[in-house]
């Protein structure tokens, strides 16, 4: 019979070895078992998952995305994912560029000035751009390009 140990959450007695070691516990095993860890991991990711779905979910992510593009490229101005929703607000699915009604779920952040030709990470030098447009545009400065479409 191997030692066992009540777990906090479901209340059962599990074998020692479905705990963690937990140095500031009490024994130094962790308070729940591993079936109840693993199902809390388990919704957890549902949660996440269905985050990343909402509106505010995928605003973080573009916000994450184009900062994290900024760093790399050794700006140090942030936005936020609000930065990024007051744009698309404004922007209300319309392109920037060509005007075109693309929907929301279509634009893509577009710095207006390109951040390697020295445009900033600011909400004020960002638009929503349709795929296609930003696509076209790439590194080109605004005064360099037109809407092909
Ligand atoms: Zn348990
Ligand atoms: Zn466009």
């Known amino acids: 019979m191997p030692e066992t140990k009540i777990c906090s959450k479901c209340k059962q007695p599990k074998p020692l070895y479905d705990f963690y070691k937990l140095p500031q516990s009490k024994d130094g095993y962790s308070y729940t078992c591993y079936d109840c860890r693993h199902k809390r991991y388990l919704e957890n990711k549902d949660k996440i998952r269905a985050y990343q ?3 505010m979910g995928k605003a973080c992510r ?12 050794g700006i140090p101005d942030r936005i936020t ?3 990024w929703l007051r ?3 404004k922007a209300n699915g319309q392109c920037y560029h060509c005007k075109r009604i693309a929907g929301e779920d279509n634009l893509t ?7 390697f030709k020295g445009g900033t990470n600011t909400p004020d030098n960002i638009v ?3 795929a296609p447009c930003n696509h076209s545009k790439g590194a080109k400065l605004p005064h360099n390009w037109e809407p092909s479409h």
């Open 53 to 55: 779905k909402t509106r």
């Open 62 to 73: 573009t916000a994450n995305n184009n900062n994290q593009r900024a760093k790399f490229l």
């Open 81 to 83: 994912s609000r930065d």
């Open 87 to 89: 744009i698309l607000e």
């Open 109 to 115: 952040l577009d710095h207006l000035y390109p951040l």
């Open 128 to 130: 929503a751009s349709c």
